[in-house]
């Protein structure tokens, strides 16, 4: 058994490696927060055996723990079962697969003007979204991850026409081919790490099962206000964060350190 207790002197904690930015952008993404959490005490000063990111979105805060605490085993949740899929996708055991079918929507891009870019966003689109059967999975996980970087500012939006799937309009197609956006050695990076943790894509209550006095929850829920249809997790409303801090509170009496 561990003790876990907030970093009460963080300048001391020693950071192995300042987080890397996430190669695409997620609603409410952490990705900026790095020094300020730090400086926050977020940090542990024990070696923690188990963190769960409940509601992991781009799985950035799980990556700066990566680095942290090279040894932990890392559980990323999310309820968005497209974005755990695609994240799977990724894996080591079929990032040759994933990668293969990104390069063929990169070269796309890169040989095609600003308006066909458009067009053939919305050509994809649609197939991802209403016509999945026509992809094989791993193309599908491919195609989300092509639509995220070069969908409206990194939004996802859904709707029932779009089988709350993926509707978000096309971003400006003005990147730049050779840009990080498209940089496979970042995404590579990022497969690497992704190949590292366990994944699962269950409502927060359900990663429950690992509270125990080494485990560390860190929840970052939708924010109330925010859309009411985040994607295809659904709503997130006062009952739930209600239900997260009684969620939460059972964990702390199991000896759990909880982060919201
Ligand atoms: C504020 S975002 C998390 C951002 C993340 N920390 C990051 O840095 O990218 C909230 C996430 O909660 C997920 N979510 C919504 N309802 C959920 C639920 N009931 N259980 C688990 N995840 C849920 C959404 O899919 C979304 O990715």
Known sequence: MINIQYNQNPQEIKLR???KRP???????KDRMFKRY???GFFPE???????????GSSCVSRWVRKNY???QIIINDKCLELIDMFRFMQAPTWSYFKRELEVHFLKYANLSVADRKKYYYEQRDIYALQPGLLSPVQ????????LITGFNGIWQTSQNFNYRYATSAGLQTMNPNGSGFDMNRIKEFSDFISTVALTSDDFEDTGVYASPSTWFYADPPYRCSFSRYNSAGEFTDVDQTRLTEFLNTCADKGAFCTL
């Open 17 to 19: 490696e300042k987080s």
């Open 23 to 29: 190669p695409f952008k997620w609603a409410g993404g």
């Open 38 to 40: 730090h400086l926050a």
């Open 46 to 56: 024990a070696e923690i055996e188990t963190f769960v990111d409940c509601f992991a």
């Open 70 to 72: 090279p040894e932990a």
């Open 140 to 147: 599908q996980a491919a195609t989300l991850y092509y639509l």
